[in-house]
């Protein structure tokens, strides 16, 4: 396939519809969510799925997140227990993804779930996204937008420069607030996290009065964000460094010098907030490695935790 001239699109009515235009005739929008940017297709377009896979790289045996506008839309594509409607109305919208029964008249591609009988569904946050998912008026699938494995984008600068030329366009608006990807829990046959993400899953706990069950390492992906490489950047990583070697980039976490520092106040909401953007620039700057400091494994470290073993794991 030829390169394509891939537009950035304002963030405006304008910008808007040409996304929500692009998104009708089978095209792949980027746009951005309070999480990190999404690669979006229509999820009922087979051919428009497809393209996200090969603009990604992405293996086919992983599942899509869907996107759609509010809780009503996402009832007409899963099967809807009393936990969804617990926790769907608590944190939607926001950085939660239920994976639930896909309905048997969902009318979705096939790849969107990868073939399981189950979706990934979450009503984002961010403004731009609700509004195009509004005015394109469909359930829009979309994985993170970066090369598969690689380092998710947080900026529209992060999409064009991992996929400019694969892709129709990115919607630009500006950084995402919150960081790293969705959390993700699944509800059959009991809650459980199958990815830590942007809500921390002691609040999930909270709202369901229960323990959520923990995802088995190594099993088949259920949802997106399993694979044990991924999220990684083209530079080695070594992990919970008090100090850095000889060679190796520093990222930091709390008080004490380093190249760049997550947050120098020791906060896992801002961590969380520059953690891919970091990535990106210390790969940028050419280290060969990258020595990342101990990020507490409680809240949204947990996430971060999470990112930061899988971008380090052996490259498959």
Not at 13 to 35: D, F, N, Q, S
């Amino acid at each position: 396939m030829p390169p394509l001239s891939t537009e950035t699109l304002a963030p405006d009515e304008g910008g808007i519809a040409r996304a929500a235009a692009l998104l009708e005739g089978g095209g792949l929008v980027a746009l951005p969510t309070e999480t990190v940017y999404g690669l979006g297709a229509d999820a009922r377009n087979g051919l428009a799925v497809a393209r996200i896979f090969e603009a990604k790289g992405r293996p086919r045996f992983n599942p899509l997140i869907v996107h759609v506008a509010s809780i009503q839309a996402a009832q007409r594509y899963v099967e809807w227990p009393e936990q969804a409607d617990v926790l769907a109305g608590a944190f939607w919208p926001g950085p939660l993804t239920l994976v639930l029964p896909l309905r048997a008249d969902a009318g979705l591609s096939p790849l969107v779930t990868a073939g399981l009988d189950t979706l990934a569904i979450r009503v984002p946050a961010h403004p731009l996204a609700r509004r195009l998912l509004e005015v394109f008026g469909g359930p829009v699938a979309a994985p993170s937008a970066n090369p598969s494995g690689r380092i998710s984008p947080t900026t529209a600068a992060h999409v064009l420069a991992g996929l400019s030329g694969r892709i129709d366009a990115v919607l630009d608006g500006g950084p995402c607030p919150v960081g790293v990807e969705s959390t993700i829990v699944g509800l059959s046959p009991r809650p459980a996290l199958l990815r830590p993400g942007g809500l921390p899953s002691e609040a999930i706990e909270a709202a369901l009065g229960e323990a959520l069950a923990a995802h088995e390492d190594g099993a088949a992906p259920t949802a997106p964000g399993q694979l044990a490489s991924h999220y990684a950047p083209n530079a080695g990583m070594r992990l919970n460094a008090e100090t850095p070697r000889e060679g190796e980039a520093f990222l930091g976490f709390g008080p004490g010098a380093c190249d760049l520092n997550l947050s120098e106040s020791g906060d896992l909401t801002e961590a969380a907030a520059n953690l891919f953007g970091h990535l990106h620039q210390l790969d940028a700057s050419g280290a060969k490695a990258i020595a990342v400091a101990p990020i507490p494994d409680r809240g949204l470290g947990r996430a971060i935790n999470d990112r930061l073993r899988r971008a380090a794991a052996p490259r498959t």
